[in-house]
């Protein structure tokens, strides 16, 4: 939409001979404009308007002539229903099935809660499932929404909020508390409640850009959602005696448990993502006969669903977390990683792992119960290795140590080294006495 303060304005022309016989006229850019009136105090009053809005420095679009807070107030009869699915359609083909997929979980939770007061649809479960599988997967638009989910659907159209009353507190504070809570009314994680509000603060961000609002009205909201704990709990990191005793347990596991052996080494030793050993290929590893290793990581395998992604594929490949989409990621490896690798390709003649290997079931809760005593396992709820971020957590903070014992920062992995104050705050690990020393690495 084409935007100028060029506006020029004539007097009121009158034409008798036709019913609406009073014109008001303007030029914007160059292109006149008109409008005619019954009246000539109509015709005069409109005129003041548009003049009063260019005096007060508004811009006027070129194509309709109108001032942008009239093109604005046009635009805020549309509801948040359609402009959350305008923005899905923007985004869509420049986003990756996984995120694709964070959108319309964030849009489907918010929504229902940006009706008309009072409005409850009486099947919510319901109305979620038709949001998050159809109205905002731009891939199932291609077929018509199942019967239920478009009773649902139409119930939503004609009692969701025009994008005007968004800009209340109290609507937005509606909305924001509706992140924090699941469909059966439990509360949220943290993490989710502050990753759907990232996604519905971009919603508000690209209205703003469209002419849809002046401003972004979550900016200088009063809100806020519940804490994050972003320090590693010791409870669920492992030392490295229990380690080798967990990787023992994993390799003596029956089927899968030789396969995931290097798995887990990968993201104890390196401290890479269970996405990055998933995609790790031998081409990529300098794996010598003896000293230290050197994989160099070129992305990650990500489950984002055949639903969400432009092949129909389950799983989708990335690039490295936050780097361009080219960047490598070179991670030193001690010889004990060397060796499980060397021994998994032997076994195997495949990369450290494959896709079903994150999901294998049992694969951290058996080698606890066989690998460690019931005095290792801190606590139920929270048990020791219970995620695969607790494998990371180790190296991460064993690193930490290392660094404030004077050992070379170099000589740990750089995913290692990439958040030592987190680990710091609650890290209760050894710094193993394999951690190399400077030029020592050994490349092949």
């Given at each position: 939409?084409?935007?100028?303060?060029?506006?020029?304005?004539?007097?009121?022309?009158?034409?008798?001979?036709?019913?609406?016989?009073?014109?008001?006229?303007?030029?914007?850019?160059?292109?006149?404009?008109?409008?005619?009136?019954?009246?000539?105090?109509?015709?005069?009053?409109?005129?003041?308007?548009?003049?009063?809005?260019?005096?007060?420095?508004?811009?006027?679009?070129?194509?309709?002539?109108?001032?942008?807070?009239?093109?604005?107030?046009?635009?805020?009869?549309?509801?948040w229903y359609v402009l959350a699915r305008?923005?899905?359609?923007?985004?869509?083909?420049?986003?990756?099935?996984?995120?694709?997929?964070?959108?319309?979980?964030?849009?489907?939770?918010?929504?229902?809660?940006?009706?008309?007061?009072?409005?409850?649809?009486?099947?919510?479960?319901?109305?979620?499932?038709?949001?998050?599988?159809?109205?905002?997967?731009?891939?199932?638009?291609?077929?018509?929404?199942?019967?239920?989910?478009?009773?649902?659907?139409?119930?939503?159209?004609?009692?969701?909020?025009?994008?005007?009353?968004?800009?209340?507190?109290?609507?937005?504070?509606?909305?924001?508390?509706?992140?924090?809570?699941?469909?059966?009314?439990?509360?949220?994680?943290?993490?989710?409640?502050?990753?759907?509000?990232?996604?519905?603060?971009?919603?508000?961000?690209?209205?703003?850009?469209?002419?849809?609002?002046?401003?972004?009205?979550?900016?200088?909201?009063?809100?806020?959602?519940?804490?994050?704990?972003?320090?590693?709990?010791?409870?669920?990191?492992?030392?490295?005696?229990?380690?080798?005793?967990?990787?023992?347990?994993?390799?003596?596991?029956?089927?899968?448990?030789?396969?995931?052996?290097?798995?887990?080494?990968?993201?104890?030793?390196?401290?890479?993502?269970?996405?990055?050993?998933?995609?790790?290929?031998?081409?990529?590893?300098?794996?010598?006969?003896?000293?230290?290793?050197?994989?160099?990581?070129?992305?990650?395998?990500?489950?984002?669903?055949?639903?969400?992604?432009?092949?129909?594929?389950?799983?989708?490949?990335?690039?490295?977390?936050?780097?361009?989409?080219?960047?490598?990621?070179?991670?030193?490896?001690?010889?004990?990683?060397?060796?499980?690798?060397?021994?998994?390709?032997?076994?195997?003649?495949?990369?450290?792992?494959?896709?079903?290997?994150?999901?294998?079931?049992?694969?951290?809760?058996?080698?606890?119960?066989?690998?460690?005593?019931?005095?290792?396992?801190?606590?139920?709820?929270?048990?020791?290795?219970?995620?695969?971020?607790?494998w990371r957590s180790a190296p991460t903070?064993?690193?930490?140590?290392?660094?404030?014992?004077?050992?070379?920062?170099?000589?740990?992995?750089?995913?290692?080294?990439?958040?030592?104050?987190?680990?710091?705050?609650?890290?209760?690990?050894?710094?193993?006495?394999?951690?190399?020393?400077?030029?020592?690495?050994?490349?092949?």
């Amino acid at each position: 939409m084409a935007m100028s303060y060029k506006v020029r304005f004539w007097e009121i022309r009158e034409r008798p001979d036709r019913r609406k016989g009073f014109e008001v006229r303007w030029t914007v850019s160059g292109r006149e404009k008109s409008e005619s009136f019954l009246t000539k105090g109509l015709a005069e009053s409109r005129r003041s308007k548009l003049m009063t809005a260019a005096r007060d420095g508004e811009p006027f679009d070129t194509q309709s002539g109108l001032p942008a807070s009239e093109i604005r107030a046009l635009k805020q009869r549309t509801t948040w229903y359609v402009l959350a699915r305008e923005y899905i359609e923007q985004r869509w083909d420049r986003t990756p099935g996984n995120t694709r997929r964070t959108l319309a979980d964030a849009l489907a939770t918010i929504t229902p809660a940006f009706v008309e007061p009072g409005a409850v649809y009486r099947a919510p479960r319901v109305l979620r499932r038709a949001l998050y599988s159809w109205a905002f997967n731009k891939n199932a638009w291609n077929a018509d929404a199942r019967e239920e989910w478009q009773a649902a659907l139409d119930w939503l159209q004609r009692h969701s909020l025009p994008v005007s009353e968004l800009e209340e507190p109290d609507v937005l504070r509606r909305g924001l508390d509706a992140l924090c809570r699941k469909v059966d009314g439990a509360a949220a994680a943290a993490k989710t409640v502050n990753r759907k509000r990232a996604a519905v603060n971009e919603v508000f961000g690209v209205a703003v850009e469209r002419g849809y609002l002046a401003q972004n009205p979550l900016n200088g909201l009063r809100w806020t959602g519940p804490e994050v704990a972003d320090e590693v709990d010791p409870d669920c990191v492992p030392n490295p005696a229990q380690v080798a005793r967990l990787l023992a347990a994993v390799k003596a596991l029956p089927g899968r448990g030789p396969h995931l052996y290097a798995f887990f080494g990968c993201m104890y030793y390196a401290a890479m993502r269970p996405a990055e050993v998933i995609h790790l290929q031998k081409s990529q590893c300098r794996l010598p006969t003896s000293g230290w290793g050197l994989p160099n990581l070129k992305g990650g395998v990500v489950t984002a669903g055949k639903e969400w992604t432009d092949d129909g594929a389950v799983h989708e490949i990335h690039s490295l977390k936050r780097r361009a989409a080219k960047a490598t990621r070179p991670v030193p490896i001690p010889p004990v990683l060397v060796r499980m690798l060397r021994e998994h390709i032997g076994t195997f003649g495949v990369a450290p792992t494959d896709v079903s290997s994150a999901t294998q079931r049992g694969t951290t809760s058996m080698p606890r119960r066989t690998a460690l005593p019931g005095g290792e396992r801190v606590r139920p709820l929270l048990p020791l290795t219970s995620t695969p971020l607790s494998w990371r957590s180790a190296p991460t903070t064993c690193a930490t140590s290392a660094s404030r014992s004077g050992w070379p920062p170099e000589s740990t992995p750089s995913s290692a080294r990439a958040a030592p104050d987190k680990a710091s705050r609650s890290s209760s690990a050894t710094t193993p006495s394999s951690w190399p020393k400077r030029g020592t690495m050994r490349t092949g």
